[in-house]
């Protein structure tokens, strides 16, 4: 695919889903699958970003994943644990600025320490931004943004008055652009509580895959996709 004479999207959020199910499928337990979408987003984010894209988020743990088999989380979590330093390695090669995106009520002190040793020795880097969503909820990132808006008002750090989509957007885990693009894996056709103040006019696109299965072409046909849709953000295009 010729991604010169495409109309490429700045943003990329991806909803990591169908790693269990793959897993089921090919006669293995789910914690394999979640393995096995490790690996593979690795090799996808590398090729995203080669191809122009400046910033990615992928949705790989919910607020509601927590409600999963004790089992199943436990092995997530200790699969985080292992990787992160792997991730941070990654990071440095590719020069890829990391930051994450959730609440970090059920993690461990030793994945916190990573986590922060990971986003502040990347947070140099320019051009690339990889936002991982672990633990987490878009309606938690609203309210979480909304009590540090009122506490700020309250002490008189920010006037009431100045608040606007602009400011409200400074208060997100992440002060990112919009989402462009929203590709989900899995054969699933909704949001799932994923970055809903900033998926507001991204363009979706839902494929049966798994995600272990979705390689380099399936991304070059969501961005093919992507490409061919008149994005007016609510507009008209008069010349129709």
Not at 122 to 135: A, L, P, R
């Amino acid at each position: 695919m010729d991604y010169t004479k495409v109309k490429l999207p700045t943003h990329v959020a991806i909803i990591v889903d169908g790693n269990g199910r793959w897993a089921t499928n090919q006669g293995l337990n789910r914690s394999a699958g979640h393995k096995e979408g490790f690996l593979n987003l690795k090799k996808l984010t590398k090729y995203i970003f080669n191809k122009g894209v400046s910033y990615i988020s992928a949705y790989l743990f919910s607020t509601e994943n927590f409600k999963r088999s004790k089992v199943e989380v436990a092995y997530i979590m200790n699969l985080l644990t292992d990787k992160l330093n792997e991730i941070l390695e990654f990071c440095h090669e590719e020069k890829i600025k990391a930051v994450f995106s959730g609440r970090v009520t059920h993690m461990s002190d030793k994945v916190i320490k990573t986590m922060e040793k990971l986003t502040e020795e990347t947070k140099n880097y320019e051009g690339k931004t990889f936002n991982i969503c672990f633990g987490y909820g878009s309606h938690a990132e609203i309210i979480d943004a909304t009590k540090k808006i009122v506490n700020d008002v309250n002490n008189n750090v920010l006037n009431i008055n100045e608040i606007d989509e602009s400011i409200f957007n400074r208060y997100l885990y992440q002060e990112l652009p919009p989402i462009d693009l929203l590709i989900r894996t899995g054969g699933e056709q909704r949001l799932s509580n994923f970055m809903l103040w900033q998926l507001s006019y991204a363009e979706l696109y839902f494929t049966k895959t798994y995600f272990p299965d979705f390689k380099e072409e399936d991304f070059d046909k969501a961005i093919y996709e992507y490409s061919s849709r008149d994005r007016r953000f609510g507009g008209i295009n008069y010349e129709d």
